[in-house]
C-alpha cells in the first residue's frame, strides 16, 4: 500500500497459565515493541494492542492441576504477565484480557454475525469421550501417535514435532489427558469454518499477493498448508470455561479459543478507543491503515489462514500487511520447556537484573530468531553486555560527557572551521536514520540493532582518531570542533537507541538535558532542549545547539562479572538435576480399568521373528519391519528408530499382537503391532520371550 494513515499493530496473546520467559520475548513482544516505537518516533498515528489469552485448555490443566478455578488462574497471571511487560518497557496502548465484558461482547457478536451469514456449517460428529471423567474431551486432553511422523506424543490438535494440524480423532493409539483411559467416541454437535471454502481466496491474498513481502518461514508454512488442503475446522467446543455460543443449541458448548483468541485484538482496540475518546473503527476497517501481527511460528497458521477467514467472512474488516512471525529461541543448546523450568522467566530476571531491561532486550535482539530457530546463552549475554553495550556505546558516551564538563563545564562548545573528517563524520550521522529504518520497515530487527551500534563505533572510532585530550594541550580551537562533533553523535544516538534501548535512551536524553518524560528536573525546564524525533537526525544540522549545557556523566551500561553469569547457569543445571531425579525415578503408571478374561483372549499374541528392518523415509522414530510371526510373514511400522538401529533388530524374537486392524502409516500398511516397554530414560525395551528356541507363531496366553 501507499503510506499508510494509521497502523494496527498486534502481538500474540499470552496464555495466562505462567509468567513470561525470555522465548516470548524473543519471538514476539521486543520486535513488535521495537516496531511501534520505530512508528511513533517517525510521527505515525499507532495503536500498539496486547491482552492475555484467558481461556483455552492449558488454563483448565492449570487449575486442575493446582485445585483452584480457572478465573483463580488468570487472575493471578494476568496480573504478573502485566507488570512484566511495564516494567520491561513494552510500549503497549492497550493490555487487556479476554475475560473482560468488552470481549465476550465482541467475541459473541462477531460469532453471530458469521452465523447470521451462514459462514459456518452446522455438523453432529463423532467426538472423543472419557466415559471416567463424564466428559467430552478438547483437542488438548488428547494425546497419540501422530499419523505424519509416528511421535508417540502428539496432541489433539497439533502434532508439535511435525507441526501438523490434527482432529483429535486423527490419532493413532488416542487417551485421555485426565485419566489415561483410551476415549470412546460420542455423537455432539458442533459449528465449523469452512477453511476449504476460502482457499481460493487465501492462495491469491498470500500466494500471489505475498510472495515478495511475507519472510519465507511465514510464507513456507502457509504454502505447505494451502498446497495440502484446507479442511472444515470447528469453532466451537465442548467445555466449560469460556464464551458461551451465543445461538440456539449452543447450550453447554463455548466459542473454540482459537477462534476467540484474535478477536482479542479488536476488543482491546476497542477498550483503548473507548478511554482514550477515539473511533476504534479506522484501526480495523479503513484500507489506509496498516495492520501488522507479531506472533511466534506455533501462531503462523491462526494468523494467516484462520483469522483472515474469519475477517473476510465477516466482510467489514482489513487484512493483516504482514505477518513477521519469528521462529523458537532455544537456551543454552536445549529446547525452552516451562515443564522442566528451562527457561529465564522475566519476573526473576528483572528482580536479579535490576535497571538492566535494555541489556536483555539488546541481547534478544542480537540473536533474534528471525528466520531460523537460534540459541540464547548467558555467557554470549554477558559477552554483549560487557563488549559491546559497555565498551563501545557505553564507552563513547561516557567519553564525550565526561571530556565536555572537564573542558567547558558542561557547555556545548562553538565549532571552529570543520575538517574534511568532521564533515564526512556528520555526513555518515546523518544517513543512519534512513538506512536503520530501512531494516526495521523490512522486519529486520537484528540488522537495525546491528547499524544502531555501528552508529555508536562511529562515534568511538572518531573520538579516538581525533584524539581531543591530546589536542587540548596544543590546539583548544580544534578541541572545540571535535567535543561539538562527538556531542551531535551523542545526541543522535539518544533519539536512534529508543527503540532499541528504551531506558538507555531517556538516560542519555536525562544527561543531555533533552525534555523527556523520564526527566527528573536535573535542569530547570528553560535548560532542556527539545528531544530530536527520527528525522530530525537527517535533517536538522544541530540536533544539540552551541552554549546548551548537558548534565553530569552516569554510566549507561555496568560490567556483568562471571559470577553473575555462574549463578545463572548453576541454576538451569539445578533444574536439569531435577528434571533427571524425576525421570530416573520410575513411577508406575496407574492400573487401567478392569477387563475380563473373555476381553483378553481376543488378544492374538505370538512369538514372532524380525526378517528384515529399515528406516521410513523421512520420519525419524518409525521402522519398517517384515516379521515372520509363523502364522505368515508380514509387514508391521514401529516406533522404535530412536531406540534401536535397523540391524540391531534383525533377528530378535519379538512379542506380536497380530490380530490388531492394519493401519496405514506414511503410506505404508502396517499389520500389527510389536510388544514394548520404555525405561525412565525413554529407552525402549522389547517385551520378548528369553528362550531363543522358542518357535514362531506360539500363542502367548
Given at each position: 500500500?501507499?503510506?499508510?494513515?494509521?497502523?494496527?499493530?498486534t502481538?500474540?496473546?499470552?496464555?495466562?497459565?505462567?509468567?513470561?520467559?525470555i522465548?516470548?520475548?524473543?519471538?514476539?513482544?521486543?520486535?513488535?515493541?521495537?516496531?511501534?516505537?520505530?512508528?511513533?518516533?517517525?510521527?505515525?498515528?499507532?495503536v500498539?494492542?496486547?491482552?492475555?489469552d484467558?481461556?483455552g485448555?492449558?488454563?483448565?490443566?492449570?487449575?486442575?492441576?493446582?485445585?483452584v478455578?480457572?478465573?483463580?488462574?488468570?487472575?493471578?497471571?494476568?496480573?504478573?504477565?502485566?507488570?512484566?511487560?511495564?516494567?520491561?518497557?513494552?510500549?503497549?496502548?492497550?493490555?487487556s484480557?479476554?475475560?473482560?465484558?468488552?470481549?465476550h461482547?465482541?467475541?459473541?457478536?462477531?460469532?453471530?454475525?458469521?452465523?447470521?451469514?451462514?459462514?459456518?456449517i452446522?455438523e453432529?460428529?463423532?467426538?472423543?469421550?472419557?466415559?471416567?471423567?463424564?466428559?467430552?474431551?478438547?483437542?488438548?486432553?488428547?494425546?497419540?501417535?501422530?499419523?505424519?511422523?509416528?511421535?508417540?506424543?502428539?496432541?489433539?490438535?497439533?502434532?508439535?514435532?511435525?507441526?501438523?494440524?490434527?482432529?483429535?480423532t486423527?490419532?493413532?493409539?488416542?487417551?485421555?489427558?485426565?485419566?489415561?483411559?483410551v476415549?470412546?467416541?460420542?455423537?455432539t454437535?458442533?459449528?465449523?469454518?469452512?477453511?476449504?471454502?476460502h482457499?481460493?481466496?487465501?492462495r491469491?491474498w498470500?500466494?500471489?499477493?505475498?510472495?515478495?513481502?511475507?519472510?519465507?518461514?511465514?510464507?513456507?508454512?502457509?504454502?505447505?498448508?494451502?498446497?495440502?488442503?484446507?479442511r472444515?475446522?470447528?469453532?466451537?467446543?465442548?467445555?466449560?470455561w469460556?464464551?458461551?455460543?451465543?445461538?440456539?443449541?449452543?447450550?453447554?458448548?463455548?466459542?473454540?479459543?482459537?477462534?476467540d483468541?484474535p478477536?482479542?485484538y479488536?476488543?482491546?482496540?476497542?477498550?483503548?478507543?473507548?478511554?482514550?475518546?477515539?473511533?476504534?473503527?479506522?484501526?480495523?476497517?479503513?484500507?489506509?491503515?496498516?495492520l501488522?501481527?507479531?506472533?511466534?511460528?506455533?501462531?503462523?497458521?491462526?494468523?494467516?489462514?484462520?483469522?483472515?477467514?474469519?475477517l473476510?467472512?465477516?466482510?467489514?474488516?482489513?487484512?493483516?500487511?504482514?505477518?513477521p512471525?519469528?521462529?523458537?529461541?532455544?537456551?543454552?543448546?536445549?529446547?525452552?520447556?516451562?515443564?522442566?523450568?528451562?527457561?529465564?522467566?522475566?519476573?526473576?530476571?528483572?528482580?536479579?537484573?535490576?535497571?538492566?531491561?535494555?541489556?536483555?532486550?539488546?541481547?534478544?535482539?542480537?540473536?533474534?530468531?528471525?528466520?531460523?530457530?537460534?540459541?540464547?546463552?548467558?555467557?554470549d549475554?554477558?559477552?554483549?553486555?560487557?563488549?559491546?553495550?559497555?565498551?563501545?556505546?557505553?564507552?563513547?558516551?561516557?567519553?564525550?560527557?565526561?571530556?565536555?564538563?572537564?573542558?567547558?563545564?558542561?557547555?556545548?562548545?562553538?565549532?571552529?572551521?570543520?575538517?574534511?573528517?568532521?564533515?564526512?563524520?556528520?555526513?555518515?550521522?546523518?544517513?543512519?536514520?534512513?538506512?536503520?529504518s530501512?531494516?526495521?520497515?523490512?522486519?529486520?530487527?537484528?540488522?537495525?540493532?546491528?547499524?544502531l551500534?555501528?552508529?555508536a563505533?562511529?562515534?568511538n572510532?572518531?573520538?579516538?582518531?581525533?584524539e581531543?585530550?591530546?589536542?587540548?594541550k596544543?590546539d583548544?580551537?580544534?578541541?572545540?570542533?571535535?567535543?561539538?562533533?562527538?556531542?551531535?553523535?551523542?545526541?543522535?544516538?539518544?533519539t536512534?537507541?529508543?527503540?532499541?534501548?528504551?531506558?538507555?535512551?531517556?538516560?542519555?536524553?536525562?544527561?543531555?538535558?533533552?525534555?523527556?518524560?523520564q526527566?527528573?528536573?536535573?535542569?530547570?525546564?528553560?535548560?532542556?532542549?527539545?528531544?530530536?524525533?527520527?528525522?530530525?537526525?537527517?535533517?536538522?544540522?544541530?540536533l544539540l545547539?552551541?552554549?546548551?549545557?548537558?548534565?553530569?556523566?552516569?554510566?549507561l551500561?555496568?560490567k556483568?562479572?562471571?559470577e553473575?553469569?555462574?549463578?545463572?547457569l548453576?541454576?538451569?543445571?539445578?533444574s536439569?538435576?531435577?528434571?533427571?531425579?524425576?525421570?530416573?525415578?520410575?513411577?508406575?503408571?496407574?492400573?487401567?480399568?478392569?477387563?475380563?478374561?473373555?476381553?483378553?483372549?481376543?488378544?492374538?499374541m505370538?512369538?514372532?521373528?524380525?526378517?528384515?528392518?529399515?528406516?521410513?523415509?523421512k520420519?525419524?522414530?518409525?521402522?519398517?519391519l517384515?516379521?515372520?510371526?509363523?502364522?505368515?510373514?508380514?509387514?508391521?511400522?514401529?516406533?522404535?528408530?530412536?531406540?534401536?538401529?535397523?540391524?540391531?533388530?534383525v533377528?530378535?524374537k519379538?512379542?506380536?499382537?497380530?490380530?490388531?486392524?492394519?493401519?496405514?502409516?506414511?503410506?505404508?500398511?502396517?499389520?500389527?503391532?510389536?510388544?514394548?516397554?520404555?525405561?525412565?530414560?525413554?529407552?525402549?525395551?522389547?517385551?520378548?520371550?528369553?528362550?531363543?528356541?522358542?518357535?514362531?507363531?506360539?500363542?502367548?496366553?
Open positions: 500500500m501507499n503510506k499508510p494513515k494509521r497502523y494496527t499493530i502481538s500474540a496473546l499470552p496464555y495466562t497459565n505462567g509468567p513470561i520467559h522465548g516470548h520475548l524473543a519471538g514476539v513482544y521486543v520486535p513488535a515493541d521495537i516496531y511501534a516505537r520505530y512508528l511513533r518516533l517517525t510521527g505515525n498515528d499507532v500498539f494492542i496486547g491482552g492475555s484467558e481461556h485448555v492449558p488454563i483448565t490443566i492449570k487449575a486442575k492441576n493446582e485445585g478455578s480457572p478465573q483463580d488462574v488468570v487472575d493471578k497471571y494476568h496480573a504478573i504477565i502485566k507488570q512484566s511487560f511495564e516494567e520491561f518497557g513494552i510500549s503497549f496502548d492497550n493490555y484480557r479476554t475475560s473482560a465484558k468488552i470481549h461482547e465482541t467475541a459473541s457478536e462477531f460469532f453471530k454475525t458469521l452465523y447470521d451469514k451462514g459462514a459456518f452446522e453432529s460428529t463423532e467426538q472423543l469421550y472419557d466415559e471416567k471423567a463424564n466428559q467430552f474431551l478438547a483437542d488438548r486432553f488428547v494425546t497419540g501417535t501422530c499419523p505424519k511422523c509416528g511421535n508417540e506424543e502428539a496432541y489433539g490438535d497439533q502434532c508439535e514435532k511435525c507441526g501438523t494440524s490434527l482432529n483429535a486423527d490419532l493413532i493409539n488416542p487417551k485421555s489427558a485426565l485419566t489415561g483411559n476415549p470412546t467416541l460420542k455423537e454437535k458442533h459449528w465449523f469454518l469452512p477453511l476449504d471454502k482457499e481460493a481466496f487465501l491469491e498470500i500466494l500471489e499477493g505475498h510472495k515478495k513481502d511475507w519472510k519465507p518461514n511465514v510464507y513456507g508454512q502457509v504454502k505447505s498448508w494451502i498446497d495440502d488442503g484446507l472444515p475446522r470447528a469453532v466451537t467446543r465442548d467445555l466449560d469460556g464464551i458461551p455460543v451465543p445461538v440456539k443449541g449452543g447450550e453447554g458448548k463455548v466459542l473454540y479459543v482459537w477462534f483468541a478477536i482479542g479488536i476488543s482491546s482496540t476497542k477498550e483503548w478507543a473507548q478511554r482514550e475518546g477515539k473511533d476504534w473503527e479506522p484501526y480495523w476497517k479503513s484500507d489506509d491503515t496498516k501488522v501481527h507479531f506472533i511466534g511460528k506455533d501462531n503462523i497458521v491462526f494468523h494467516c489462514i484462520i483469522f483472515p477467514a474469519m473476510k467472512a465477516e466482510g467489514s474488516y482489513i487484512l493483516p500487511e504482514n505477518v512471525a519469528n521462529e523458537f529461541l532455544n537456551l543454552e543448546g536445549n529446547k525452552l520447556s516451562t515443564s522442566k523450568n528451562w527457561a529465564v522467566w522475566l519476573p526473576e530476571y528483572l528482580i536479579e537484573f535490576p535497571g538492566q531491561q535494555d541489556v536483555l532486550r539488546y541481547a534478544l535482539t542480537a540473536n533474534a530468531p528471525e528466520t531460523k530457530d537460534n540459541d540464547f546463552t548467558w555467557k549475554f554477558q559477552a554483549r553486555n560487557n563488549n559491546e553495550l559497555v565498551a563501545v556505546f557505553g564507552n563513547f558516551i561516557n567519553r564525550v560527557v565526561v571530556l565536555t564538563n572537564k573542558y567547558y563545564n558542561g557547555i556545548v562548545p562553538v565549532p571552529n572551521e570543520l575538517s574534511q573528517v568532521d564533515e564526512e563524520t556528520l555526513a555518515a550521522v546523518k544517513a543512519y536514520p534512513d538506512v536503520i530501512s531494516s526495521i520497515e523490512r522486519y529486520r530487527f537484528r540488522e537495525a540493532q546491528t547499524e551500534m555501528n552508529l563505533r562511529l562515534g572510532k572518531y573520538l579516538a582518531d581525533e581531543p585530550w591530546k589536542v587540548i596544543v583548544e580551537a580544534r578541541t572545540q570542533t571535535i567535543m561539538y562533533v562527538a556531542l551531535q553523535i551523542a545526541s543522535a544516538l539518544a536512534l537507541s529508543e527503540p532499541f534501548l528504551p531506558f538507555t535512551s531517556d538516560k542519555l536524553k536525562k544527561i543531555l538535558n533533552f525534555k523527556s518524560n526527566n527528573n528536573g536535573n535542569a530547570s525546564h528553560a535548560e532542556l532542549v527539545e528531544a530530536s524525533q527520527w528525522s530530525d537526525v537527517s535533517i536538522k544540522e544541530v545547539p552551541v552554549g546548551h549545557k548537558i548534565g553530569e556523566a552516569e554510566l551500561f555496568s556483568i562479572e562471571d553473575t553469569i555462574q549463578f545463572q548453576d541454576k538451569l543445571e539445578s536439569k538435576k531435577a528434571n533427571a531425579s524425576t525421570s530416573s525415578a520410575q513411577v508406575p503408571q496407574p492400573q487401567k480399568e478392569e477387563i475380563t478374561f473373555d476381553d483378553f483372549t481376543k488378544l492374538d505370538r512369538v514372532g521373528t524380525i526378517l528384515e528392518a529399515e528406516k521410513m523415509p520420519a525419524k522414530k518409525l521402522l519398517v517384515k516379521v515372520d510371526t509363523g502364522i505368515d510373514v508380514r509387514t508391521i511400522v514401529s516406533g522404535i528408530a530412536e531406540s534401536f538401529a535397523p540391524e540391531e533388530v533377528g530378535k519379538v512379542t506380536v499382537l497380530v490380530n490388531l486392524a492394519p493401519r496405514e502409516l506414511r503410506g505404508v500398511e502396517s499389520q500389527g503391532m510389536i510388544l514394548m516397554t520404555e525405561t525412565a530414560e525413554g529407552k525402549l525395551v522389547f517385551v520378548n520371550p528369553d528362550d531363543a528356541s522358542v518357535p514362531n507363531g506360539l500363542q502367548i496366553s
